[in-house]
Nanobody, 116 residues
């Protein structure tokens, strides 16, 4: 089970940190991802962090502004979002999956609203 939190209303240029807490004993073996879905649009990938090498990858739209990290001791993955823009407004979802890129488990969304 994945539980995302940390969303809210922030002004453009501001920052937010989302958290995703996972239950279970195998968290460290999963590749974790953050996705987002804006109203009326499809869900898109924000970024991922691998299970072993802790390698991160990001969508071009968030590179240099967002950072994904994980704390395996706390079964938690984070999404630090800086320099937020109104176009970052979306529901953000965390997901757990294999290092081959298949996401098996999804959390509920947490809403991020960036005002201009």
């Amino acid at each position: 089970q994945l539980q995302a939190s940390g969303g809210g209303l922030v002004q453009a240029g501001g920052s937010l940190r989302l958290s995703c807490a996972a239950s279970g004993r195998s968290f460290s073996t999963y590749r974790m991802g953050w996705f987002r879905q804006a109203p009326g649009k499809e869900r898109t990938l924000v970024g991922t962090i691998s299970s072993l090498t802790i390698t991160t990858n990001y969508a071009d739209s968030v590179k240099g502004r967002f950072t994904i990290s994980r704390d395996n001791a706390k079964n938690t993955v984070y999404l630090q979002m800086n320099s937020l823009k109104p176009e970052d407004t979306a529901s953000y979802y965390c997901a757990a999956g294999t290092d081959s890129g298949v996401f098996l488990y999804w959390g509920q969304g947490t809403l991020v609203t960036v005002s201009s």
